[in-house]
């Protein structure tokens, strides 16, 4: 089945910083989506993208199709950035897998 | 926007009883409806998918014998954990797919404590 590795594992960053985050997967995927897991637990859809680049706000993700793998790029971090971070792409089953995520702590 | 309501919020059962928790989309009809868990320190894991004139399809190590799910509409799903034990402690998330689009939106989850 589809193995979904994202690193770094965990991030610290001083607010203002950008951060960075990876993410690989092992098989095809229609689509690859980017969420937040805020620290009680709920679940945003940050972004949604197959292939090449997307923007919203300060996020930007990229998405390289035929090398199974996908970055988003958090610009000028903020406090309220601190969450953990999941990718998770999807195929055409229809079926998201996620990675065990990056958790992001952005310090004042 | 697209939205999915989950309830309850929070639940605790105690041990070798069961829970039963809804998922509805608010303003738009899903095409289909994904069931997660996350357990304690690990990722989430698919229960199972819901797909409109489809049978639902669970994941291995998840059987309708334990969670079996309705789908009666296009907005509306619910799950029960049957039999709950404390390996079925976490946050159970449902994930709809609006129309034909690829993107999953998610409630905000139940979070399932047993005692």
């Known amino acids: 089945g589809q193995q979904v590795q994202q690193s770094p594992s965990s991030l610290v960053l001083q607010e203002g910083e950008n951060a960075e985050l990876q993410c690989n997967f092992s098989?095809?995927?229609?689509?690859l989506q980017w969420f937040y897991q805020s620290p009680g637990g709920s679940l945003v859809s940050l972004l949604s993208n197959p292939s090449g680049t997307k923007h919203t706000g300060r996020l930007t993700s990229t998405t390289v199709t035929k090398e199974r793998r996908s970055s988003l790029h958090i610009s000028s971090s903020q406090t309220t950035d601190s969450g953990t971070y999941l990718c998770?792409?999807?195929?055409?089953?229809?079926?998201?897998?996620f990675g065990d995520g990056t958790v992001l702590t952005v310090k004042p | 926007g697209a939205l999915v309501y989950q309830y309850p919020r929070r639940t605790i059962c105690k041990s070798g009883t069961s829970m039963r928790m809804e998922c509805q989309a608010v303003?738009?009809?899903?095409?289909?409806v994904a069931w997660y868990r996350q357990s304690p320190q690990k990722t989430f894991e698919l229960i199972a998918l819901s797909t409109v004139n489809s049978a639902i399809k669970y994941e291995q190590n998840f059987t309708q014998e334990k969670f079996p799910i309705s789908h009666p509409n296009l907005s509306f799903s619910s799950m029960t954990v049957l039999n709950a034990y404390l390996e079925d402690r976490g946050l159970y998330l449902c994930g709809a797919r609006l129309g034909s689009q690829n993107t999953l939106y998610f409630g905000a989850g139940t979070r399932l404590s047993v005692l």
């Open positions: 998770a792409p999807r195929t055409n089953t229809g079926k998201l897998t």
């Open positions: 098989s095809t995927a229609t689509q």
């Open positions: 303003g738009f009809q899903a095409t289909s």
